[in-house]
C-alpha cells in the first residue's frame, strides 16, 4: 500500500481504475450509439411502399426521397454515425492511456456537434412522420399512413433509433466532461 508524507494511502490507483472504467464505458455508449443512427439511416432509407390507385395501370409510390426532412433524417444520420465510427479508436486510446485530456475536450466538442446534428435531423422527421399520422386540416394535408401503413412504420420506427443515439450522445458528453473534471 502506499503511503505518503503523512501516513494516508494513496488514492492513485483507485482514480486510474475510474478513469479507465468511466473510458470503457464512453467506447461501449459510443457503439450503442452507432449501431443506432446506423440503423436508423439504414431503415428510412430503404423505406418505401407502392400503392395502386383504381386500376392496375395507375400507382402511387411513397419513397423517403419524396421528403427532403426524411432525405436530411438519412444524411445527418450518416454523418453521425462515421463520426462515431471515426472517434471510437480515440476511445480506445483513452482507454489505454487516460491522461488524455486535450482529445477529450475535442470529443466533447464534437459529441456536442453531432448532437445537435442529430436532434436536428430526429426533429425535422418527427414533424413529417406526425403529418403523415395526423393530417392537417388547415393547410389541407390529408393523413396518409391510412394507405401507406408500412412506409409509416418504417418512418417511425427508424426514429426510435435516432432518438436513442440522442440520449447516448449527451450521456457521451457528460461522460467526458466527469473524466475531465476529474483531472
Known sequence: MNTDEHGETS??????????????????????AV???????????TTNQTLPFFTQFIWFKARYSDF????????ANSIVSAYLILS?????????????????????LSDAAMLALVTAAASAAAAIVYLAHKGSARANW?????????????T???L????????????LILVSAISLARR
Open 160 to 171: 426510435i433509433g435516432s432518438f436513442a443515439a440522442m440520449v447516448l450522445l449527451i450521456l
Open 88 to 108: 471510437l479508436p480515440l476511445s480506445i486510446v483513452h482507454i489505454i492511456s487516460s491522461r488524455a485530456k486535450y482529445s477529450r475536450l475535442i470529443l466533447i
Open 11 to 32: 488514492k492513485a490507483p483507485l482514480r486510474r481504475g475510474v478513469s479507465r472504467g468511466v473510458s470503457i464505458l464512453d467506447l461501449v455508449l459510443r457503439v450503442i
Open 142 to 154: 390529408f393523413a396518409i399512413c391510412q394507405q401507406f401503413d408500412s412506409f409509416c412504420e418504417r
Open 68 to 75: 427532403p426532412a426524411f432525405t436530411f433524417f438519412v444524411v
Open 156 to 158: 417511425s420506427g427508424s
Open 35 to 45: 449501431v443506432g443512427t446506423l440503423a436508423s439511416a439504414i431503415a428510412m432509407g
